[in-house]
């Protein structure tokens, strides 16, 4: 497992994308929070915790005269809310799966997550 965490830690999440470690597939999260039969079922939703968070939104920068040159200041991002170790509750249709040292992860935009919950005392 050490292996795999710290293989994990040269991927680099862009923009306002997360990666998350998928759940098995239950009706109950592991939270407390029971998903109705439907949902699971059609597996328009599913849930998993956040491994890693992208930067976030990239904010323009104001525009010089001379717009073809390049910057100098570094790109500034909105955060995202999605922070390492949150169970989120996701639309699986957004999610796009890979697959990294026989484990599955997702990769989801921000945008796709519908809840968060926050655990203080989470390890990977």
């Known amino acids: 497992m050490e292996l795999s965490l710290k293989n994990l830690q040269r991927f680099i999440v862009v923009g306002?994308?997360?990666?998350?470690?998928?759940?098995?597939?239950?009706?109950?999260?592991?939270?407390?929070?029971?998903?109705?039969?439907?949902?699971?079922e059609k597996e328009k939703v599913q849930s998993g915790y956040v491994i890693k968070a992208g930067p976030g939104y990239p904010l323009a920068t104001p525009s010089e005269d001379e717009p073809?040159?390049?910057?100098?200041?570094?790109?500034?991002?909105?955060?995202?809310?999605?922070?390492?170790?949150?169970?989120?509750?996701?639309?699986?249709?957004?999610?796009?799966?890979?697959?990294?040292?026989?484990e599955k992860y997702l990769i989801v935009p921000h945008s796709a997550i519908l809840l968060l919950i926050r655990n203080d005392t989470f390890e990977i």
């Open 16 to 40: 306002d994308r997360v990666l998350i470690r998928p759940e098995e597939d239950s009706s109950k999260t592991a939270s407390g929070l029971y998903l109705p039969p439907g949902v699971s």
């Open 68 to 102: 073809w040159e390049e910057s100098k200041e570094p790109v500034k991002y909105i955060p995202l809310q999605a922070k390492e170790g949150d169970h989120a509750i996701f639309l699986r249709k957004e999610a796009y799966e890979i697959e990294f040292e026989k």
